[in-house]
T-cell receptor
Framework: SQTIHQWPATLVQPVGSPLSLECTVE??????LYWYRQAAGRGLQLLFY??????ISSEVPQNLSASRPQDRQFILSSKKLLLSDSGFYLC???????????FGSGTRLTVV | AQTVTQSQPEMSVQEAETVTLSCTYD???????LFWYKQPPSRQMILVIR????KQQNATENRFSVNFQKAAKSFSLKISDSQLGDTAMYFC???????????WGAGTKLIIKP
């Protein structure tokens, strides 16, 4: 069966520090991969998606970047965090459309 | 533009009652896939139920069922015999067949009271 792992679960980082959040999928090949951000009590904002290795599409211009170095690995990064980068980050994958997305357990990022 | 509207920002019902969450959507596509996701306080996003637009029969998963009205572009979620563990944010979403991106509603916060 397919599983998705996302880490870390919680992160507190100072302003100006770098960021690296990792997401890996097991049990499937060539998944579509997504990074979302969610502010408290709000809906989901799509940040990046990828349909293949090295193929990254950005939905929102910002201080973040994404990479897909391997088929089932998706990384969210920043060189210098801003206070406004605080939030809850969710990674997800999809295969066939009728099954929707499967989400990781999320990372709560607080920039101080 | 493709959109999802959840008109109830928050709902509250007593345990064991039945509750219906509303969702309407807009798309010009004929084929798509509809979903309800649940996000409890842990913030894990969990798929509750799904429906293929070409299927007329409403989907059912245990206490969860949908009322899918394609012509009206409506996709409501009914929760029967509600339980305290059903307390969560519920998001309605769909994927058009022409691409792979989920279109999300803003969510409904559901509170089940003991």
């Amino acid at each position: 069966s397919q599983t998705i792992h996302q880490w870390p679960a919680t992160l507190v980082q100072p302003v100006g520090s770098p960021l690296s959040l990792e997401c890996t999928v097991e049990g499937t090949s060539n998944p579509n991969l997504y990074w979302y951000r969610q502010a408290a009590g709000r809906g989901l904002q799509l940040l990046f998606y990828s349909v293949g290795i090295g193929q990254i599409s950005s939905e929102v211009p910002q201080n973040l970047s994404a990479s897909r170095p391997q088929d089932r690995q998706f990384i969210l990064s920043s060189k210098k965090l801003l206070l406004s980068d605080s939030g809850f980050y969710l990674c997800a994958w999809s295969g066939t459309l009728n099954y929707g997305y499967t989400f990781g357990s999320g990372t709560r990022l607080t920039v101080v | 533009a493709q959109t999802v509207t959840q008109s109830q920002p928050e709902m509250s019902v007593q345990e064991a009652e039945t509750v219906t969450l509303s969702c309407t959507y807009d798309t010009s596509e004929n084929n798509y896939y509809l979903f309800w996701y649940k996000q409890p306080p842990s913030r894990q996003m969990i798929l509750v139920i799904r429906q293929e637009a070409y299927k007329q029969q409403n989907a059912t998963e245990n206490r969860f069922s949908v009322n899918f009205q394609k012509a009206a572009k409506s996709f409501s979620l009914k929760i029967s015999d509600s339980q305290l563990g059903d307390t969560a944010m519920y998001f309605c979403a769909f994927i058009p067949d022409s691409n792979y991106q989920l279109i999300w509603g803003a969510g409904t916060k559901l509170i089940i009271k003991p």
